[in-house]
T-cell receptor, first 110, second 116 residues
Framework: LAKTTQPISMDSYEGQEVNITCSHNNIATNDYITWYQQFPSQGPRFIIQGYKTKVTNEVASLFIPADRKSSTLSLPRVSLSDTAVYYCLVVYTNAGKSTFGDGTTLTVKP | DAGVIQSPRHEVTEMGQEVTLRCKPISGHDYLFWYRQTMMRGLELLIYFNNNVPIDDSGMPEDRFSAKMPNASFSTLKIQPSEPRDSAVYFC??????????????FGEGSRLTVL
């Protein structure tokens, strides 16, 4: 399976929009992209999932360009409580496999 | 709903000892997954079950690792004998549908294993 690549860390300030990009060059037609959030001493928690174009829910948006080789998680107006590690997970549907990225540590500063 | 319940939350043992980690999935979820998380290797899928049947165990590192799901509400991950390199956080997750369709997994809080 292709490696899923994310930036190791990002810093932001309260109230700003944060965009975290994940690269998945070998994604196939039926494969999905999912994002998770993880706080210390907790399990990952589902944020959003997408297949193409744009998906939005109450906490985030997910942008997937036409070639689907990357995806961007967008967190609007972050707060201190959004400080966490964010993981991109690509689900390879036909192979019945999935690959987590190495995670992006987001630090939100006051 | 209580969510996915794992026990123990912390386990410290000595090399060579047997370790058993336990998981109770969310009621009604047909899929159960065991993941391992380390700084070096990140989140790795070890094995997953569908309706109590192991579907893919290709992530199980070696024969010292075994997993069972005797019924829909209970699963164990056993390491025998344990080694220091097995030290990690082990997560159990469950899903109501095939994760290859939805990708949404519900994780427990993990079991932190330290092998001395």
């Amino acid at each position: 399976l292709a490696k899923t690549t994310q930036p190791i860390s990002m810093d932001s300030y309260e109230g700003q929009e944060v965009n975290i990009t994940c690269s998945h060059n070998n994604i196939a037609t039926n494969d999905y992209i999912t994002w998770y959030q993880q706080f210390p001493s907790q399990g990952p928690r589902f944020i959003i999932q997408g297949y193409k174009t744009k998906v939005t829910n109450e906490v985030a948006s997910l942008f997937i360009p036409a070639d689907r080789k990357s995806s961007t998680l967008s967190l609007p107006r972050v707060s201190l409580s959004d400080t966490a590690v964010y993981y991109c997970l690509v689900v390879y549907t036909n192979a019945g496999k999935s690959t987590f990225g190495d995670g992006t540590t987001l630090t939100v500063k006051p | 709903d209580a969510g996915v319940i794992q026990s123990p939350r912390h386990e410290v043992t000595e090399m060579g000892q047997e370790v058993t980690l336990r998981c109770k999935p969310i009621s009604g979820h047909d899929y159960l997954f065991w993941y391992r998380q380390t700084m070096m290797r990140g989140l790795e899928l070890l094995i997953y079950f569908n309706n109590n049947v192991p579907i893919d165990d290709s992530g199980m590192p070696e024969d010292r690792f075994s997993a069972k799901m005797p019924n829909a509400s209970f699963s164990t991950l056993k390491i025998q004998p344990s080694e220091p390199r097995d030290s990690a956080v082990y997560f159990c997750a469950s899903s109501p549908t095939s994760f290859t369709n939805t990708g949404e997994l519900f994780f427990g809080e993990g079991s932190r294993l330290t092998v001395l």
